[in-house]
């Protein structure tokens, strides 16, 4: 079956430092993959989408990375802060192009 | 301009009863979606649309149904509600196929089924 898996333990870091949440998938011949964040009691927001023919995607102090060898994406935070604490998702489309799957998601906190 | 906007944001309901979710959107968006998010389940797609007048089953579509007659609009109904359908509900939408760019989430509708 289809799995797409994140770290259940939450990341704890201190400010200034860099986050990296990890993200593996089983089953899947992904074309793309997506990176979500999640505040408590709101919807997920996307960050960012790479391409599997895509090695490695910036954007501001964001970097993902898509190893399709290894079927794993790394989604990096540097000099993180204290209001990038939230959850993280990352989602893969199983077969269509019109559903996405998503990770059970990793928490995040920075502390100062 | 709204986005996504979703109504009512928190419900009770009791077993058996029914009610439905409301989910409007006023970016013109072709594709909108359900998801429903529980603890350590993570999210899961109910049903989806990618345009009006066309439907289709997710993961999980057992105790839904949807409907969508207009660009705009994709209300969720659940028939007889059961205490497995406590949860936050979220719909989604996204102007074409999702290799296209992302989703854009409504705020949630949380859920309660004594």
């Known amino acids: 079956s289809q799995k797409i898996e994140q770290n259940s333990e939450a990341l704890n870091i201190q400010e200034g430092k860099t986050a990296t949440l990890t993200c593996n998938y089983t089953n899947y011949s992904p074309a793309y993959l997506q990176w979500y964040r999640q505040d408590p009691g709101r919807g997920p927001v996307f960050l960012l989408l790479?391409?599997?023919?895509?090695k490695e995607k910036r954007k501001e102090r964001l970097k993902v990375t898509f190893d399709t060898t290894l079927k794993q994406s790394l989604f990096h935070i540097t000099a993180s802060q204290p209001a990038d604490s939230a959850t993280y998702l990352c989602?893969?489309?199983?077969?269509?192009?019109?559903?996405?799957?998503f990770g059970k998601g990793t928490s995040l906190l920075v502390t100062p | 301009n709204a986005g996504v906007t979703q109504t009512p944001k928190f419900q009770v309901l009791k077993t058996g009863q029914s009610m439905t979710l409301q989910c409007a959107q006023d970016m013109n968006h072709e594709y909108m979606s359900w998801y429903r998010q529980d603890p350590g389940m993570g999210l899961r797609l109910i049903h989806y649309?990618?345009?009006?007048?066309?439907?289709d089953q997710g993961e999980v579509p057992n105790g839904y149904n949807v409907s969508r007659s207009t660009t705009e609009d994709f209300p969720l109904r659940l028939l007889s509600a059961a205490p497995s359908q406590t949860s936050v509900y979220f719909c989604a939408t996204l102007p074409r196929g999702l290799n296209t760019g992302e989703l854009f989430f409504g705020e949630g509708s949380r859920l309660t089924v004594l």
């Open positions: 989602a893969l489309d199983p077969y269509s192009g019109y559903a996405l799957n």
């Open positions: 649309s990618v345009g009006a007048g066309i439907t």
């Open positions: 790479i391409r599997e023919n895509e």
